[in-house]
Each structure stands twice: as structure tokens, then as C-alpha cells.
């Protein structure tokens, strides 16, 4: 021991035994590095919440609008019902009658009721269950207009039992002009070769009844016009669901709701990444478990 040299004494280090293998010096040790710890999500996990926030929306604007034609809608009929009695569109202007310009109309027309071409279609109203009482009038220029005269429940269901409320001669009718009702009610056919009907069809019951130049429309007779013992004319039912409103606010809740959520997961950790900012290269080990004030440095995001 005396004779090794003081130098040799001073330098002597356990590290730099022969058998030691340290670790090759990189280039990009000398740096401080960052290492994100959370990968970037799928494109999908952005793209979808998107999309359906998007549809959404759309929905509720679509809603919007579908309210604001239901009120115009609403008021257009309104006033059709409460204007004063036009006559009846002539027969040229026939083929261009529609719901949507002509459904509802106040409308007056005279003529001679043909009873023993009567058509009885089931109905259910606020005096029940029964029919309604469709018989031609035929007016003095040839053409034909069902009219709906109105209810009669089932034990009236026989002509014979309403022959004093079946006018004879002139009458003049008023009431609502309503558009045909093809094919029949809901899940149920018109079987036309059993007399059994479950819509005012008007084709149908022209075609049913041999009637010839027939309106495509029918009249729904108010109650000033039922004669004592017939039919109980005036129960048109004029009613326009308008939930529309409804339906827009929960569009607009549920898009609202998928927002903030895309708020949270942007803010709160999908797309957060931590930065770990180390020590310039060295013992890498002896690094990892320094915890002082030399020790690396855990970046948050902010």
C-alpha cells in the first residue's frame, strides 16, 4: 500500500473497474427531451361527437322551422273556417284542388239529395261510435258533391229508422270543403264489394254508387244544415298536433349536452400530455431515482 503512488491512492474509484460497461453516450442525451405519456386519440373519437353534435343541431332548426309552418299552417285554416260561405270551386278548377290551398274551406252549394245513394262509413265521434252519412246532392248543372250530412250511432245504422230527416227536393247545403280520403282508414282497407267503409274515399264511392261527374272533394255539413231526425251534422274535428317546440328543445339539449361533454374530454385528459424534462445524459438509473432538487422535471400542461 505504501508504495502505491498518492495519485493512484486519490484516483482509485469502484466505477472504474475494468468490468464495468457503461453506457454508450447518445447525441440526443446532451438535450432535454419530452416523452408524452398519453397517446393522441383516434381521429374517430374526435370525428363522431362532431358529426353528432352537428346532426343535432340540424335537427333542432329543422324543428324550428317545422313549427313555424304547423302555426301558419294553423292560422291559414283558421281563417278559411271563419270566412264567410263561398260557393263551391267550379268544375274547370277541379283538378287543381288541394289541401293545401283549398282543405277547410267555408263553402255553400245547392242541389237534390240522392238517399238511395246514401254511403255509410264507420266513424268514431264525440257522440261515439256509428257512421257517417254520405249521400250525393246533385246540383242542377249535371255534377255530383258527396255530402257527409253527418253521425248517426249504430242502432241508426237502417235508412228506414231516419226517413223523416231525409229532405225530399231542393236543399241548400253549407259546411267545410275536405279533401278525399283514399283507400281506406288506418290498417283497414274500403272493401267496396261488402258496402264496408272505413274512409270517405270519393272515387271509391262514386264508382261504388254509379254516380258520374263527382267533385273530388266532399262537404262536411255544419249543424245548421242537419234537418230534425237526420244525421248530427257539425262534429268536424279540426286539429293540428304542434309539438314541435318540444321536439327542437331536446335536439338543442342533447347537442348542448354532447358539447360540454367535448369540453370536458378536451380540457380534462383525452387529449392531455404530460412533458417529463430530464437530466442531460448520465447514470440513467441513478437519475430516475434522485428525488431532489437536481431531480428531472414533470411539466403539466396548462
Known amino acids: 500500500m505504501g508504495d502505491e503512488p498518492p495519485q493512484q491512492q486519490h484516483d482509485a474509484d469502484p466505477r472504474d473497474d475494468g468490468n464495468e460497461v457503461n453506457d454508450p453516450v447518445r447525441p440526443e442525451d446532451d438535450e432535454t427531451r419530452s416523452l408524452p ?19 343535432l343541431m340540424a335537427l333542432g332548426v329543422w324543428q324550428v322551422e317545422r313549427r313555424a309552418w304547423k302555426l301558419a299552417l294553423i292560422d291559414r ?6 270566412a264567410p260561405v263561398q260557393p263551391i270551386p267550379a268544375a274547370a278548377s277541379w283538378p287543381t284542388i288541394s289541401a293545401a290551398s283549398d282543405e277547410y274551406r267555408h263553402v255553400g252549394v245547392s242541389g237534390r ?11 268514431v265521434t264525440e257522440e261515439g261510435p256509428g257512421y257517417w252519412v254520405l249521400t250525393p246532392l246533385q246540383r242542377a248543372d249535371g255534377t255530383t258533391v258527396l255530402i257527409n250530412r253527418g253521425f248517426v250511432p249504430s242502432e241508426r245504422r237502417d235508412a ?14 253549407t259546411g267545410l ?6 283507400k281506406g282508414g288506418f290498417l283497414r282497407d274500403n272493401v267496396p264489394q261488402h258496402n264496408r267503409w272505413y274512409s270517405r274515399d270519393v272515387a271509391a264511392i262514386a264508382a261504388a254508387r254509379d ?3 263527382v267533385a273530388p272533394f266532399f262537404i262536411d255539413a255544419d249543424a245548421g244544415s242537419q234537418s230534425a231526425g237526420g244525421p248530427i ?5 279540426i286539429r293540428f298536433p304542434n309539438n314541435h317546440l318540444i321536439y327542437a328543445l331536446t335536439w338543442f339539449a342533447l347537442a348542448f349536452m354532447l358539447a360540454g361533454r367535448l369540453f370536458v374530454t378536451f380540457r ?17 438509473d441513478a437519475s430516475a431515482r434522485r428525488t431532489g432538487s437536481d431531480a428531472g422535471t414533470i411539466v403539466e400542461p396548462t
Not at 398519453?38 to 353534435?53: D, E, G, K, Q
Not at 270543403?177 to 283514399?182: G, H, K
Not at 380534462?268 to 440513467?284: K, M, S
Open 177 to 182: 270543403l275536405r279533401i278525399t280520403e283514399p
Open 233 to 237: 251534422g257539425g262534429l268536424t274535428v
Open 268 to 284: 380534462g385528459g383525452l387529449f392531455r400530455r404530460q412533458r417529463f424534462v430530464h437530466e442531460p445524459a448520465g447514470d440513467l
Open 37 to 55: 405519456v398519453a397517446a393522441r386519440p383516434r381521429l374517430w373519437l374526435t370525428v363522431l361527437p362532431l358529426a353528432a353534435f352537428v346532426v
Open 160 to 173: 228506414s229508422t231516419r226517413q223523416d230527416g231525409n229532405p225530399a227536393g231542393q236543399v241548400e247545403i
Open 211 to 213: 254516380l258520374r261527374n
Open 113 to 123: 239529395f240522392l238517399h238511395d245513394r246514401e254511403t255509410l262509413v264507420q266513424a
Open 77 to 82: 285554416v283558421e281563417q278559411r273556417v271563419h
